[in-house]
T-cell receptor
Framework: AQSVTQLDSQVPVFEEAPVELRCNYSSSVSVYLFWYVQYPNQGLQLLLKYLSGSTLVKGINGFEAEFNKSQTSFHLRKPSVHISDTAEYFC???????????FGAGTRLFVKA | GAVVSQHPSWVICKSGTSVKIECRSLDFQATTMFWYRQFPKQSLMLMAT?????????EQGVEKDKFLINHASLTLSTLTVTSAHPEDSSFYIC?????????????FGQGTRLTVV
């Protein structure tokens, strides 16, 4: 079965500290991977995506993610977070070029001063 | 870039009435669009796949008679919540894949917050 798992529902972190938000998926076919951010009462904003090529992907707002095929993971990282990074982050996967995008449960990043 | 517009961004309706939400791809054609539902503090759950010129494909557990989907053109899909009840209150988001850019990301609308009173 195809699935997406975000291992942490909430991640509290102090401002300027590094952060990693974890995402694992289960699939027997090729995948395309995405991270989205959602601010309160707003839609989704694409942070970054992996379609092919280099497994280290850089996105907006200083975020990056690394695709690890053997571990079926696509963890999101940022070396130094800001208060403004407080939001909900969703990992999403499209399987085998299909159009369906399946979302993880989300991780709430809470940056404290 | 590819832009998907949803309208309205928020709506309040009385219980028992129907509400229509539009999803438009502004600068590209989309043979397939998707409708998601998001309850507070939860993830996005795929409701249905909207196919231009044919019937929508609904996910398990989604009532097709309650959530009517019409995809009449390559740039417009509509979701109508019929006989809305308070439990239908939610955030509804659509997405579309660029027809000419298969196997890339879906482009999301800004969402519609529906409140049924």
């Amino acid at each position: 079965a195809q699935s997406v798992t975000q291992l942490d529902s909430q991640v509290p972190v102090f401002e300027e500290a590094p952060v990693e938000l974890r995402c694992n998926y289960s699939s027997s076919v090729s995948v395309y991977l995405f991270w989205y951010v959602q601010y309160p009462n707003q839609g989704l904003q694409l942070l970054l995506k992996y379609l092919s090529g280099s497994t280290l992907v850089k996105g907006i707002n200083g975020f990056e993610a690394e695709f690890n095929k053997s571990q079926t993971s696509f963890h999101l990282r940022k070396p130094s977070v800001h208060i403004s990074d407080t939001a909900e982050y969703f990992c999403a996967v499209t399987f085998d070029g299909g159009f369906k995008t399946i979302f993880g449960a989300g991780t709430r990043l809470f940056v404290k001063a | 870039g590819a832009v998907v517009s949803q309208h309205p961004s928020w709506v309040i309706c009385k219980s028992g009435t129907s509400v229509k939400i539009e999803c438009r791809s502004l600068d590209f054609q989309a043979t397939t669009m998707f409708w998601y539902r998001q309850f507070p503090k939860q993830s996005l759950m795929l409701m249905a796949t909207s196919n231009e010129g044919s019937k929508a494909t609904y996910e398990q557990g989604v009532e097709k008679d309650k959530f009517l989907i019409n995809h009449a053109s390559l740039t417009l899909s509509t979701l109508t919540v019929t006989s809305a009840h308070p439990e239908d209150s939610s955030f509804y988001i659509c997405s579309a894949n660029h027809q000419g850019l298969m196997n890339t990301e879906a482009f999301f609308g800004q969402g519609t917050r529906l409140t049924v009173v």
